[in-house]
């Protein structure tokens, strides 16, 4: 059976976009959380469900941390990917920071990440993410990272979904408290 495409081209945008990560939120992942995006806009979007989640926030220096998605597709098994890959740089390492390193490592997590241009992308939204590695460094040089980088990362069908930045999803600085998409 073949695919029905339906593409709808793009124009060259405006040049006021920006790089970077502003914040990362990060819970414990549960099943369901997140529903599927919308068919047309790619958004999931804030509506009343039965499951919460608050969602600690992670602040990280500007030029630092980045959130990749790479695209797999294999012709002979008709499958296709996308590994999305969050390196998360934290300075000025604290005993706070190895105990919420190894609580991250233990099991699968719901993580959204706040770009610099105030857009929330929903990583790991059907399967969850996972922290897949990380170093903890005091640095050699006086100039050098004293603190740790992780790389947390998920596998999907599709590509990170954008979350709506209606004030109903949006999270406080202090911490967030989402309701379940569904």
């Known amino acids: 059976m073949a695919c029905s495409l339906t593409l709808t081209g793009r124009d060259l945008p405006c040049r006021d976009a920006l790089g970077g990560i502003e ?38 220096t500007k ?5 990749t998605q790479s695209g797999t597709g294999s ?24 105990v919420n390193l190894q609580e991250l490592g233990y099991g699968r997590l719901a993580v959204v990440v ?9 990583m790991g939204h059907t399967r969850g993410c996972e922290l897949a ?15 740790m980088t992780l790389e947390i990362t998920a596998e999907e069908a599709t590509m990170t ?3 709506n930045t209606s004030a109903a ?10 309701n379940a998409f569904v």
């Open 133 to 147: 590695g990380g170093t903890v460094t005091t640095g050699t040089a006086t100039g050098d990272l004293s603190g």
């Open 63 to 67: 030029n630092a941390s980045s959130l």
């Open 114 to 122: 706040m770009d610099v241009n105030g857009d929330f992308w929903i």
């Open 169 to 178: 999803f949006v999270p406080s600085i202090s911490g967030a408290t989402f």
């Open 23 to 60: 914040r990362v939120y990060i819970a414990e992942w549960q099943e369901g959380l997140w529903a599927s995006p919308n068919s047309t806009t790619g958004i999931i979007s804030a509506t009343s469900g039965s499951l919460t989640v608050t969602l600690e926030p992670f602040a990280t």
């Open 161 to 163: 979904p954008e979350g």
């Open 75 to 98: 012709v002979e098994n008709g499958t296709m990917f996308y590994t999305q890959t969050l390196t998360l740089v934290l300075p000025k390492l604290t005993s706070n920071d190895i």
